[in-house]
């Protein structure tokens, strides 16, 4: 089944259900969205099946692991390091997230430390693969948004119509 067909308004409510608790039981999802627990069910199997579910997750407060320090650092990376640096990055503990990106900078990483000498260390040990620039995490006032999946994203052309 493609992805279209398990997007109608009862995938995209499934969704949006998850995303609120995904720890609801198969019959109460079912109730909120409107289909049967054994459509529900079966819905939930395909969404996995393709892709559009990824997986259940914990959500994990890194500061009671003693991850007291959140950073991201953005790195430039010369050619000859490029792929050096794709492999080594992998292997970093440290990293939750790496991105890649268009612009002056190669790759954008999400790092956690326990404290400030352990994110100079890894600091340190990313130089020979190019510039690391630093920023420091004061606070997230945005963390863990849910995607919408209900319907578009309105929040900026609302703004822009207004304006004019």
């Known amino acids: 089944m493609d992805s279209t067909a398990l997007l109608d308004i009862h995938g995209r409510k499934l969704l949006h259900e998850l995303q609120t608790d995904a720890r609801q039981s198969l019959a109460e999802l079912a109730r909120r ?29 890194r500061e009671t692991l003693g991850l007291e320090v959140l950073a991201f650092i953005r790195m430039s990376c010369p050619g000859q390091n490029y792929h050096r640096f794709l492999d080594y990055v992998q292997t970093l503990e440290e990293v939750r997230e790496c991105h890649h990106l268009t612009g002056g900078d190669d790759f954008l990483l999400k790092v956690t430390t326990t404290n400030l000498a352990d994110l100079e260390a890894l600091i340190e040990a990313l130089l020979p693969y190019g510039n690391p620039v630093t920023s420091l995490v004061l ?12 319907g578009r994203l309105t929040s900026v052309s609302k703004k822009r119509s207004r304006r004019r």
């Open 33 to 61: 969205i409107g289909l049967s627990a054994t459509a529900t069910g079966e819905r939930l199997k395909q969404m996995e099946e393709i892709g559009i579910l990824r997986g259940y997750t914990v959500d994990v407060d």
């Open 139 to 150: 606070s997230s006032p945005v963390e863990h948004r849910k995607l919408n999946v209900l």
